[in-house]
């Protein structure tokens, strides 16, 4: 890790070769939905909780959130 560089400075020096060359819909039962749903929500808070700081708390709140 270099010293003095933050998470969000590396990040913006990458460079990304990504195209989305076509989006595929098809269409979902409401359970699927309700599943798709709960597992983006498992995914974002794994992320948050993989980000969370040395005091336990999630970057950008406070003890009192």
């Known amino acids: ?18 195209v989305i060359e076509q989006i595929e819909t098809v269409p979902m039962t409401a359970e699927q939905y ?9 995914l974002i808070v794994e992320w948050a909780t993989s980000r969370r700081g040395l ?4 970057p ?4 009192e959130d």
């Open 34 to 42: 309700d599943q798709a749903v709960n597992a983006f929500a498992t």
């Open 1 to 18: 890790m270099m010293c003095g560089m933050s998470d969000d400075s590396r990040a913006k020096g990458r460079r990304r070769d990504y």
């Open 60 to 63: 950008g709140h406070s003890a």
């Open 55 to 58: 005091d336990g708390m999630a």
